[in-house]
């Protein structure tokens, strides 16, 4: 890398860090600047993953209150979580990069899509009537197994598809759902973390960076979400990711 590419990823490691922290969709910053400086698709997708890992340890640490007396619900669907998130290493590692430079402009398009559906979800899912029933535990670690597969396999929009499925099938305040959906979250990346650092094609210098501007941005992206409207940074976002999907398809 040379001085350009290591300043784009740490402007790309900061945009992302602090995306996240206002809006979520972080990934679809850095992932494209992984693109931008020569990583293959592959590449730059578990050296994204392995990249903002430290991101969502400070997300747990900062709903540590939400989740006292949430452990439980949060240890018991973690661990579907790591049976989804297992299962997506694998199919990532071992199927043909062909194929997931074939799947890219369509992830890319649906975390940009989820992106945008989040304030209608939440607005949803505050004023909805939670599912019940005997099935309804199996219909939730269901979707977390498939989320799981989904966030070790490509990841961005994870979090906003996590926070959908247990406010549809939990009972309990946005907030503590949210400090759920973070530890899942951290799981679901630490395994995919662990697996990708063993066996897939990182590139450490470009993690090097992006690890530190990251929490960096996360950091300073708190502070700015007190001031920023998230509607507004929400829809560049979304933008320039659908644009990314477009440019990825075409080309």
């Known amino acids: 890398m040379d001085l350009l590419d290591m300043g784009l990823l740490g402007a790309a490691g900061v945009a992302a860090g602090g995306v996240n922290a206002i809006a979520g969709g972080g990934s679809l910053i850095s992932f494209p600047a992984l693109l931008a400086v020569g990583c293959p698709n592959l590449t730059a997708n578990v050296t994204n993953t392995v990249a903002l890992w430290p991101g969502y340890v400070g997300g747990v640490a900062g709903y540590r209150a939400e989740l006292v007396g949430r452990r439980g619900r949060a240890i018991a669907l973690s661990v579907t979580g790591v049976l989804g998130a297992v299962a997506g290493c694998v199919l990532l590692l071992l199927t043909p990069a062909s194929v997931f430079a074939a799947l890219v402009p369509v992830l890319v398009a649906l975390a940009s899509l989820l992106l945008a559906a989040q304030p209608w979800l939440k607005r949803r899912l505050d004023a909805a009537q939670r599912l019940t029933g005997t099935g309804h535990r199996m219909m939730l670690h269901g979707g977390v197994l498939v989320g799981g597969a989904y966030g070790a396999y490509f990841g961005a929009g994870l979090g906003v598809m996590l926070l959908g499925l247990l406010g549809v099938f939990v009972h309990d305040h946005l907030q503590r759902l949210n400090a759920v959906r973070a530890v899942l ?12 650092a063993l066996f897939g094609p990182v590139r450490w210098p470009a993690v090097a960076i992006m690890a530190v501007t990251s929490l960096v941005g996360g950091f300073f992206g708190a502070r700015v979400a007190r001031r920023l409207s998230p509607g507004v940074l929400r829809a560049v976002v979304v933008t320039f990711g659908l644009g990314v999907a477009l440019t990825l398809a075409l080309r």
């Not at 979250?185 to 990708?196: E, K, P, Q, W």
């Open 185 to 196: 979250s951290l799981v679901i990346n630490t395994v995919a973390l662990v697996a990708f």
